[in-house]
């Protein structure tokens, strides 16, 4: 009877061919998805000396500026916590 419930949990309630009553559905709804789940990201593609040198030189604009690093991230493009991977190059 298990089964048939798993079954049917995204369907409305149906009845049972053999014994003609109506199988158990715990819920029509979809199920949430968890929110710290994020899709796959795409493969980013390497960057070049000469362009990570220029992100060096912004994150290093930028937090003298005394932005925050998620601010800077989100100008640049770039997580968070390859801005403080870029403050910590020498």
């Known amino acids: ?4 419930a798993r079954k049917a949990a995204g369907r409305t309630p149906t009845k049972s061919r053999k014994t003609k009553k109506a199988i158990a559905v715990k819920s029509t709804k979809a199920p949430k998805k968890s929110a710290a789940r994020k899709p796959a990201a795409k493969k980013a593609a390497r960057r070049s000396t ?3 040198a220029k992100l060096r030189k912004s994150v ?3 937090s003298k500026a005394k932005k925050t690093a998620d601010t800077i991230a989100k100008e640049l493009g770039i997580s968070k916590a390859y801005v403080y991977a870029l403050k910590r190059k020498a």
Do not use: H, Y
């Open 1 to 4: 009877m298990a089964k048939k």
């Open 60 to 62: 290093i604009a930028g």
């Open 50 to 52: 000469a362009d990570v």
